[in-house]
């Protein structure tokens, strides 16, 4: 089993700057992907971002892209989102999840952290 808990989420002005931290327990976590997904009121949960086992290969969504940075430090076993230039439409809750590295599903969920975007 893998425990997930993210953390660093809060209110904070369009502009503005969070990091979100998800730090993971549980089996050897250097051979585990992570992502980071977001759910807004109403809406489906989605993809933002996702960094390898390794941390050579990282994927964003396009929206945003080249304002969010997803990072791992495996000696802290713990995952980071920075996320730069927030807009409103960020606003959302974010959850941290993990995958073994040959497995395509994430089986792994945090509770969530809310990030809320003020214009």
């Known amino acids: 089993q893998v425990q997930l808990a993210e953390s660093g989420g809060g209110l904070v002005q369009a502009g503005g700057s969070l990091r979100l931290s998800c730090a993971a327990s549980?089996?050897?976590?250097?051979?585990?992907?992570f992502g980071w997904f977001r759910q807004a009121p109403g809406k489906e949960r989605e993809f933002v971002a996702a960094i390898s086992w390794s941390g050579l290969n990282k994927d964003y969504v396009d929206s945003v892209k080249g304002r969010f940075t997803i990072s791992r430090d495996n000696a802290k076993n713990t995952v980071y989102l920075q996320m730069n230039n927030l807009k409103p439409e960020d606003t959302a809750v974010y959850y941290c999840?993990?995958?073994?590295?040959?497995?395509?599903?994430?089986?792994?969920w945090g509770q969530g952290t809310q990030v809320t975007v003020s214009s």
């Open positions: 549980g089996r050897t976590l250097s051979k585990y992907n």
């Open positions: 999840a993990a995958r073994y590295r040959t497995i395509a599903s994430y089986d792994y």
